[in-house]
């Protein structure tokens, strides 16, 4: 081998050098930038999921009303394939629940915890919601004799609280849960994670309770619409 050829080999492997070094300070270079952008996508992707589980969690609260009131205030659903079976329209049934809102896109196994009539459980947020209105508690929807029997044990509990900033940390994390055949009056997440967004003031999923009570329109200066309101991550 020459002289000339053995300085071209060398040459040669002094420029694939240097290349794969440029290649690698790209790639660190990039690395760094999605480490940099990960957070934010992580929020984005996670208030996303969030704002579907609200969408969702409202659907079925709005499947139950109509079930409450098909059955004048007597009978409860005791499973969401309760509310997705629909209701009786002569020969036929009418759907008042899509099946993708029977799946929370908050849980691992994505089912609803179902919440019974419990005066703590439901009466603490009552609570949060009262206090997110500024003291006021909206009325329980049309027609009101169907379910203030449900909700006069709320208020019971409410007037009996004497905390009068419920928090987040109040919940007991160790709660029941109960995906089926049980009377249940809402539904919430099985997920105990805290959220980006906040949901009445409220910032943990498995606290964020969907029911038709306490969502009338009765007072013009509550909201027609839960407020959700993005959380100031640190």
Same mark, same amino acid.
């Given at each position: 081998?020459?002289?000339? &050829?053995?300085?071209? %080999?060398?040459?040669? !492997?002094?420029?694939?050098?240097?290349?794969?070094?440029?290649?690698?300070?790209?790639?660190?270079?990039?690395?760094?930038?999605?480490? &940099?952008? &990960?957070?934010?996508?992580?929020?984005?992707?996670? !208030? #996303?999921? #969030?704002?579907?589980?609200?969408?969702?969690?409202? #659907?079925?609260? #709005?499947?139950?009303?109509?079930?409450?009131?098909?059955?004048?205030?007597?009978?409860?659903?005791?499973?969401?394939?309760?509310?997705?079976?629909?209701?009786?329209?002569?020969?036929?049934? !009418? *759907?008042?629940?899509?099946?993708?809102?029977?799946?929370?896109? %908050?849980?691992?196994?994505?089912?609803? !915890?179902?919440?019974?009539?419990?005066?703590?459980?439901?009466?603490?947020? &009552?609570?949060?919601?009262?206090?997110?209105?500024?003291?006021? %508690?909206?009325?329980?929807? *049309?027609?009101?004799?169907?379910?203030?029997?449900?909700?006069?044990?709320?208020?019971?509990?409410?007037?009996?609280?004497?905390?009068?900033?419920?928090?987040?940390?109040?919940?007991?994390?160790?709660?029941?849960?109960?995906?089926?055949?049980?009377?249940?009056?809402?539904?919430?997440?099985?997920?105990?994670?805290?959220?980006?967004?906040?949901?009445?003031?409220?910032?943990?999923?498995?606290?964020?309770?969907?029911?038709?009570?306490?969502?009338?329109?009765? %007072?013009?200066?509550?909201?027609?619409?839960?407020?959700?309101?993005?959380?100031?991550?640190?």
């Amino acid at each position: 081998m020459t002289m000339a &050829a053995v300085g071209s %080999l060398t040459s040669s !492997r002094g420029e694939r050098g240097m290349t794969l070094l440029v290649v690698m300070g790209m790639m660190a270079v990039f690395a760094v930038m999605l480490l &940099a952008v &990960a957070p934010s996508v992580y929020q984005d992707v996670q !208030r #996303e999921k #969030e704002l579907e589980a609200i969408r969702r969690g409202e #659907e079925i609260a #709005e499947a139950i009303r109509q079930y409450i009131v098909y059955y004048r205030g007597q009978r409860l659903p005791q499973s969401i394939d309760d509310l997705l079976e629909g209701l009786p329209q002569g020969t036929k049934k !009418r *759907q008042i629940l899509r099946a993708s809102a029977a799946i929370d896109p %908050l849980s691992a196994d994505g089912k609803w !915890r179902l919440i019974k009539v419990d005066p703590q459980v439901l009466g603490k947020f &009552a609570r949060r919601v009262q206090t997110f209105n500024n003291g006021l %508690l909206p009325s329980n929807p *049309q027609p009101r004799q169907f379910f203030d029997r449900y909700g006069v044990v709320i208020i019971n509990a409410i007037n009996t609280d004497t905390d009068d900033n419920p928090s987040d940390n109040d919940d007991d994390e160790d709660f029941e849960v109960t995906t089926d055949n049980t009377p249940f009056i809402g539904v919430a997440s099985q997920d105990k994670g805290k959220s980006v967004i906040a949901y009445y003031g409220i910032e943990r999923h498995s606290s964020w309770i969907f029911t038709p009570l306490f969502r009338g329109s009765g %007072l013009s200066s509550i909201p027609q619409r839960p407020q959700v309101f993005t959380v100031n991550q640190q």
